[in-house]
């Protein structure tokens, strides 16, 4: 395993493809299938979404995490943005307020292990999710 | 990275690339209305075998770009949606309701060329 963590700054559409891309890789190197190194990208691609969608900018950052007896992905997308006043509508599918879908993070977590969500209105947002290798 | 956008007789195919931005898809999205209006296309098909995320932003594109089609009188196929990618837009809630799916570009062809039979 060459690398552990990875940080990719978020800040443009383009960089949302960097973001999953990158997943992807680490995924892969780390003996994910492809079936769930896609849904890892998929994840990746929504959080990075959400962040230039209502925060402009923010990060991404990608590690291997140990467990027990598993290792895994952890992904942490953390932005300054305006926050989530209402986490619990957030997570409810259809939910949203940039004309999106409003699947972003109840999609989310469907597709990961783990989820994680802390908000602070006007401090920014941090969504933290993980998924097990089987 | 453009999308290349083959004339195919009366069906137009575009091949979509893996690391398609938001941008990218934008611009699909008004070429490839722009060509079924100056070609008189009947129908167009997307190729998404190459696709190996299609995430909520991305189906979204899809749907309008079938919907914008539909209103122009001419049909709409994506093809090449890989297993994985499926069960992750499924995971994630998206559909692609009210668009035609075919396995891949031959079973597209296949698929419009029967409707047009049945049309004429």
Do not use: C
């Not at chain 1, 973001?19 to 890892?40: C, N, P, V, W, Y």
């Not at chain 1, 409810?92 to 969500?117: A, C, N, Q, W, Y």
């Not at chain 2, 129908?43 to 189906?59: G, L, N, P, Q």
Request: hydrophobic share 45%; proline share 2%.
């Amino acid at each position: 395993m060459s690398v552990g963590e990875i940080q990719v700054a978020i800040k443009s559409d383009q960089d949302i493809v960097s973001a999953r891309q990158k997943g992807r890789l680490m995924a892969s190197e780390m003996g994910f299938s492809s079936g769930d190194a896609t849904l890892i990208a998929t994840a990746i691609s929504e959080l990075a979404r959400n962040i230039v969608s209502y925060a402009h900018k923010g990060q991404i950052t990608l590690k291997m995490v140990n467990g027990t007896n598993r290792q895994g992905i952890s992904v942490i997308a953390t932005d300054n943005g305006p926050g989530i006043p209402d986490i619990r509508q957030a997570l409810r599918d259809g939910f949203s307020t940039s004309g999106s879908l409003g699947l972003g993070l109840p999609g989310v977590r469907r597709l990961m292990d783990e989820f994680e969500i802390t908000s602070q209105p006007g401090r920014g947002t941090t969504v933290a999710v993980k998924k097990w290798r089987q | 990275m453009e999308v290349p956008i083959l004339k195919q007789g009366a069906v137009l195919i575009a091949t979509f690339q893996a690391a398609l931005s938001d941008a990218d898809l934008n611009q699909l999205r008004m070429g490839l209305v722009q060509q079924v209006v100056k070609f008189r296309s009947r129908a167009v098909i997307v190729d998404v075998t190459a696709m190996d995320v299609m995430d909520s932003f991305a189906s979204r594109t899809l749907r309008e770009i079938a919907h914008m089609i539909r209103l122009r009188g001419a049909d709409t196929v994506i093809v090449g949606i890989q297993p994985e990618v499926a069960f992750a837009m499924v995971q994630l809630g998206l559909t692609l309701e009210g668009v035609a799916t075919a396995l891949d570009l031959e079973e597209g062809l296949a698929y419009l060329n029967e409707k047009f039979k049945t049309t004429n």
